[in-house]
């Protein structure tokens, strides 16, 4: 499993925009693979808000977030982007990415990962408080 990178998280108050990244290191690149971004908030379980394909780059958002975050792939930088704007508190989480065998299986799976996966990242942290 290719190790991926969560960063860009922080605070920030409702309506205020983030942009998170999901990179690898060193000798990897991107997984040929479907990226999803998942989310975590305190007493919840982990649950996936956006997806990209590997072919074509097609894009898949839960509900929740449709019209307010958008993910992109650069894989000449390694980097999937999660770009999130009108922040509400209820987006507060801890956000990690992973490898999905498809956006489809994920969201068959009602948007929890359906594995398998060896490990998570250590995911980054989004407040949105005033």
């Known amino acids: 499993q290719v190790p991926l990178v969560e960063s860009g998280g922080g605070l920030v108050q409702p309506g205020g925009t983030l942009r998170l990244s999901c990179t690898t290191s060193?000798?990897?690149?991107?997984?040929?693979?479907?990226i999803g971004w998942f989310r975590q908030a305190p007493g919840s379980g982990r649950v996936g808000v956006s997806c990209?394909?590997?072919?074509?780059?097609?894009?898949y958002y839960a509900g929740s977030v449709k019209g307010r975050f958008t993910i992109s792939r650069d894989n000449a930088k390694k980097t999937v982007y999660l770009q999130m704007i009108s922040l509400k508190p209820e987006d507060t989480a801890v956000y990690y990415c992973?490898?999905?065998?498809?956006?489809?299986?994920?969201?068959?799976?009602?948007?929890?990962?359906?594995?398998?996966?060896?490990?998570w990242g250590q995911g980054t942290q989004v407040t949105v408080s005033s």
């Open positions: 992973a490898t999905v065998q498809t956006c489809r299986s994920l969201i068959a799976a009602n948007w929890e990962h359906p594995g398998p996966l060896d490990s």
């Open positions: 060193g000798r990897f690149t991107l997984p040929d693979s479907a």
């Open positions: 990209i394909s590997r072919v074509a780059d097609l894009t």
